[in-house]
């Protein structure tokens, strides 16, 4: 474990956002050649918002090998939060409790770090200004920004997320709605089917309206009742999202090894133990759809044989946070490399694999 584990995990993990970018670069040895959105990605493997919450360190995610780097959450307007101490590590679980609850330094603030990023880019390739580029600013990984919700602002008002597609939408390679954040009172309520129904029509609407519309996906909990999942899934089919992240994390705290004082902590559990949840959500949710919702699988990934086990649940893509904490910058390298080498022994391609083990 990374000797970082030895202090307190918020100023560890603001540490890491800060040296990231100078950290040396992972050179990518493998090309998984993965579809996502009608886009070629070298890897299958991203990174899930809630490390690069302000973009601050997408540049150096690219530079690990991850094929995505979703930042955010962000929020309209900044907030700092929930009190803290607000983030604690269960090692023996290798899981980690978190009650952020949307710290943001809010749109504006993100606008402006992307679009400087974009102008700095084009300064040094004037020869793109009139191509379509992704986002990312390199032509395999793509840029998702992943949109929360203000703890002041109504709960049954949808505004904040259409505001979060206007303003930041021209910055991404694809959009993320966060519903399932347990630590913003009410925000899962979001995820029951009239709440969803007509938050989703409203996002979609104003993702259509983008000079260049992006996909589009909603984030859930694997905590969601499967009456609840298949309300999803038909609104989702029935609106037009184009994707579904699943899953957040659970607020259930079963067959936990770490300290009780620990698991008794509020928040939001992610790492080792959500992985058969996420797992059976992914199937049951593939099943729903008849795999006609791409989905991306996060939960619990800390290895090669983890994400191939999405995969053939029915996941298109993955997403790892939790364990690029406990292992490091190497993380996203070694997957993608124990991928291959699966993928090889199989005879087949990762897009070949999705959903075959759905049932």
Known sequence: MPIMHRFDPEQMHRLSILLLPFGPKQRQLV???????GKQLQSPIGIAAGYDKHAEAMDALFDLGFGTVEIGSV????QEGNPKPRMFRLTEDEAVINRYGFNSDGHQKVLERLKTRVYKWLYWHPDQRNKDWNQSLRPHQLLGVN???NKTSPADSDQDYVDGIKTLGPYADYLVV???SPNTPGLRNLQSRLPMERLLKSVKQERDQLERPVPLLVKIAPDVSDQELQ??????KQVGIDGVIISNTTISRNNLKSDSKLQKQMGGLSGKPVKPLALQTVKKFYQLTNGSVPIVGCGGIQNGQDALEFCEAGASFCQLYT?????GPGLPGKINQELSELLHKRGKTWNELIGTRSQ
């Open 31 to 37: 090309d998984l050649k993965v579809d996502f959105f």
């Open 75 to 78: 929020t309209p307007k900044p």
């Open 147 to 149: 949109l929360g919700k």
């Open 178 to 180: 966060n519903v399932s």
């Open 231 to 236: 309300d999803i899934a038909e609104i989702v």
């Open 323 to 327: 364990h690029f904490g406990y292992y």
